[in-house]
């Protein structure tokens, strides 16, 4: 279950990607429409990471190619924004918090012009969005695992660029703010950004994401949430994991008894 896209934002065309000339990735085929808050779900080393990684260019694929906004990447880079997997991440790097959201904003200065007053706006709004303001002048190493994870969002965030990828951002993250992150990031796709998240949780997937892609090694679907959240292609997706299933199935049966609920 494959939805193309005409005019896509995002085009992988036959793409596979190996580490040591293992393939990790097969065949992947999909486009996406802009404007959209997709996620990515598969179970661990379906290769979700490799996926945006390639995106990014961060991995040279085995076969197949990358278009973001029609252009090859390295034309449009600035306009793409990545907050990578936390375990990626080297957080005893002595910065402070607003350092770190600082450099977000870096991409668009180019090479020679200083950040000034407008930067500092950019990423002190970006920290509010957060609610991480009262962090301003922390050490990011002195900072709890999901207040860390907070800057490292808003550093994507004060980016301000087109199309955002997120490596499960929200991994220690607790479920209040991870509600109103995502609703910030509902905001954004409305107005016409386009946000692609690797997210483990079903249960906020089928509230908040507009798209999916369901994944494992294999591409297994991607299309409109309503079109591709059902049992088989979750089946599919995290194979014989059946306690997980019974529970996501029992919340779609439940979706299908009452269309009114959200
Ligand atoms: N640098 C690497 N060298 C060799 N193999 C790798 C490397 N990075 C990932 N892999 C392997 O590639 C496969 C896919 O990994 P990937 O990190 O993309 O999975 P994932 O879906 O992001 O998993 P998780 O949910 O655990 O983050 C796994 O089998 C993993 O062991
Ligand atoms: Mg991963």
């Known amino acids: 279950m494959i939805t193309q896209v005409e005019n896509p934002i995002l085009e992988i ?24 808050l997709v996620g990515i779900l598969g179970p661990n ?9 390639a995106i990014m260019g961060l991995i040279a694929p085995t076969s197949g190619y990358v278009k973001v906004f029609d252009k090859p990447l390295n034309e449009v880079r600035s306009r793409i924004s990545y907050v990578p997997q936390r375990e990626s991440v080297d957080w005893n790097f002595p910065a ?9 904003t870096y991409g668009k200065l ?13 990423a002190l709004k970006s920290l509010e969005q957060v609610g991480m303001s009262g962090f301003v002048k922390r050490q990011i190493s002195e900072l709890s695992g999901g207040q860390q994870q907070r800057v490292f969002i808003a550093r994507a965030l004060a980016q301000e660029a087109d ?29 016409g950004k ?13 509230n908040f ?14 299309g409109p949430k309503e079109l591709v959240m059902n049992e088989e292609l979750l089946r599919k997706t995290y194979g014989g994991k059946l306690n997980l ?18």
């Open 13 to 36: 065309h036959d793409l596979t990607v190996s580490y040591d000339q293992n393939p990790v990735l097969w065949n992947v085929d999909l486009s996406l429409p802009g404007g959209k």
């Open 45 to 53: 080393g379906a290769g979700k990471s490799t996926l945006i990684k």
């Open 96 to 104: 402070s918090v607003l350092d770190v959201v600082m450099m977000g």
């Open 110 to 122: 180019g090479l020679f012009r200083r950040p000034g007053k407008k930067e500092k706006d950019i």
């Open 163 to 191: 199309l955002y990828l997120m490596d499960e951002p929200f991994a220690g993250v607790d479920m209040s703010t991870e509600t109103a992150i995502f609703q910030l990031l509902q905001e954004m796709t409305a107005a």
């Open 194 to 206: 386009t946000v692609i998240v690797v997210h483990h949780d079903i249960h906020s997937a089928m």
């Open 209 to 222: 994401f507009d798209w999916l892609i369901m994944l494992n090694l294999h591409l297994v679907a991607s």
């Open 245 to 262: 299933l019974t529970r996501v199935t029992d919340m779609i049966r439940q979706k299908d008894f009452n269309p009114l609920k959200s």
